[in-house]
């Protein structure tokens, strides 16, 4: 298979190519200044051309691999595999000097941010400030509400608490004045008694009764005070 047919070579001659495409870009990168956007884009251009070529290169390498297995079929001798393998080899450290070369130089370059990705930086740490400034508000008012939420409970709780003992001691100053009237309507008529049974006994009668009734006033205001 003549050179010019054979698969392997035509790619050869692209990567070829595209290597000294690579060089002159390489050459203008060199040329700007370090702090250039210009300059950090040709870099990364260059970049990306290099792992194009990697990636052909690769698979030239499996296809030189797979020719060695049989070199007849192929029409290729041993002689041939070696000097493509050689070339290969030779072509794949020089793109990997070149890309090891651009990445050294643009970390070594600190990236200086123009006026317009200074002032975006600027307008995006303000927002995360107030975001936050906001987030902090909104949790202080969801506490207080929480606060006064349970202060309203407690008022409601208390609130109905003394309208129950209010109801309660209307109900016992209630019965108390009905045992009090009861009270007096019965001192009332045992008054009477005694006065009639006064009028109709003696002076010994008088003490006794007098004696039976004190008694009987005090068992009633045990009952109705205790």
């Not at 698979?59 to 030189?64: C, G, N, Q, S, Y």
């Not at 651009?102 to 200086?112: D, E, F, N």
């Not at 003992?165 to 005694?194: F, N, P, Y």
Request: glycine share 4%; net charge negative.
């Amino acid at each position: 298979m003549s050179g010019q047919q054979d698969p392997f070579y035509l790619i050869r001659a692209e990567i070829s190519s595209q290597y000294n495409e690579i060089q002159q870009k390489l050459h203008k990168f060199h040329s700007l200044s370090s702090s250039s956007q210009e300059r950090r884009n040709l870099g990364r251009e260059i970049d990306a051309d290099c792992d194009s070529i990697k990636y052909q290169l690769d698979m030239l390498e499996e296809a030189v691999d797979t020719a060695s297995q049989n070199p007849a079929r192929f029409n290729l001798t041993m002689e041939e595999i070696s000097s493509r393998r050689k070339w290969l080899d030779t072509t794949g450290r020089q793109i990997q000097g070149i890309k090891d070369n651009i990445k050294t130089i643009t970390a070594a370059v600190p990236q200086v941010p123009s006026g317009s990705d200074r002032l975006a930086a600027a307008n995006d740490s303000y927002l995360s400030s107030e975001t936050q400034k906001q987030e902090m508000l909104i949790r202080d008012q969801d506490r207080q509400l929480e606060d006064i939420e349970k202060g309203v409970d407690n008022v409601t709780a208390m609130a109905k608490a003394i309208d129950e003992h209010l109801v309660e001691d209307d109900r016992l100053l209630t019965q108390l004045d009905g045992d009090i009237d009861t009270t007096g309507s019965r001192l009332r008529a045992t008054s009477k008694k005694v006065q009639e049974i006064i009028r109709k006994s003696g002076t010994t009668s008088q003490l006794i009764v007098i004696i039976v009734l004190i008694v009987i006033v005090a068992i009633l205001a045990y009952f109705v005070f205790t």
